[in-house]
């Protein structure tokens, strides 16, 4: 994938280490970078007279203020680095953020979440959401404190012979080509032709090493360990800069009731995650 266009979802009232970092990322790659300046408005109180409180108002009136004020700062810091790029804002009501952000992601080629936005957890599950499942666009989140490299040294490949794992491969080959070494990581891996194949990993080791990828495969044993836990060991012992893994196997209200790989990695990975639904 051919990355042109980059949609970085950036946290209205504290941005400046996101938008700093996407821009060097747009500029390594020669990219447009779309800026998109999110606040979740207040919630709303209503009396039982259905008036709203004047203290709501001047709490919705000083968010309007202050997200001006950064979108300013972040247009007069774009226009200062020669990037080709846009700058938007949105203060909406949280059951809309989604759709806002899903809207923007279908005319991107990645969407990008920094550490700022992803400290937000109301507005990382709702990039993550838009992004996923209402448009067919990957999602780059790095919760870190390094800014994400236009090229990687160790890619790590979480390999499940999923139809999301393959597409999340497929849209990240770019950083696959470019990287030093791709780990193909399978977890307790089944040898059974309807699961992982009679040779696990080997199917899509093959596939990337005639893209010019210099791929090895790890079947590595969990012993006990979640899944989530074993990836993020390995993602340690091979030095990954990154890993690319499917997103939300299972439904995403299974996930937020009874936890999931996806989730676990998103909440607590110390590495940049590339995500695929």
């Not at 953020?97 to 990645?110: C, F, G, N, Q, W």
């Not at 780059?140 to 393959?166: E, H």
Request: proline share 3%.
């Amino acid at each position: 994938m051919s990355i042109k266009t980059v949609l970085s979802v950036l946290s209205g009232l504290q941005c400046e280490q996101d938008l700093k970092q996407a821009a060097e990322f747009c500029q390594s790659r020669e990219a447009h970078l779309t800026a998109l300046l999110m606040a979740i408005s207040p919630s709303s109180y209503i009396s039982e007279y259905e008036v709203y409180s004047d203290s709501w108002f001047e709490e919705q009136r000083k968010f309007a203020d202050d997200l001006e004020k950064s979108t300013a700062a972040a247009r007069a810091y774009l226009a200062g680095t020669g990037l080709s790029h846009d700058v938007s804002n949105a203060m909406l009501e949280i059951a809309w953020v989604e759709d806002e952000i899903a809207e923007r992601a279908l005319y991107s080629d990645l969407v990008l979440i920094g550490r700022q936005a992803a400290l937000d957890g109301d507005l990382r599950q709702r990039a993550l959401g838009g992004g996923l499942f209402h448009s067919p666009t990957p999602i780059l989140i790095n919760r870190t404190q390094k800014p994400v490299a236009s090229t990687f040294g160790t890619v790590l490949i979480a390999w499940d012979s999923s139809d999301a794992a393959s597409r999340a491969v497929r849209e990240a080959l770019d950083f696959l080509k470019a990287a030093a070494k791709v780990s193909i990581t399978l977890v307790d891996p089944l040898a059974a032709p309807s699961v992982n194949g009679e040779e696990p990993g080997a199917d899509i080791a093959r596939f990337l090493a005639r893209h010019g990828v210099n791929v090895e495969v790890d079947r590595i044993a969990s012993s006990g360990r979640r899944i989530d836990e074993t990836l993020l060991q390995h993602a340690l012992d091979v030095n990954a800069d990154l890993v690319v893994m499917g997103a939300y196997k299972h439904s995403r209200l299974q996930e937020r009731l009874f936890g999931g790989v996806t989730r676990s990695m998103i909440e607590t990975a110390d590495v940049p995650l590339f995500l695929s639904h």
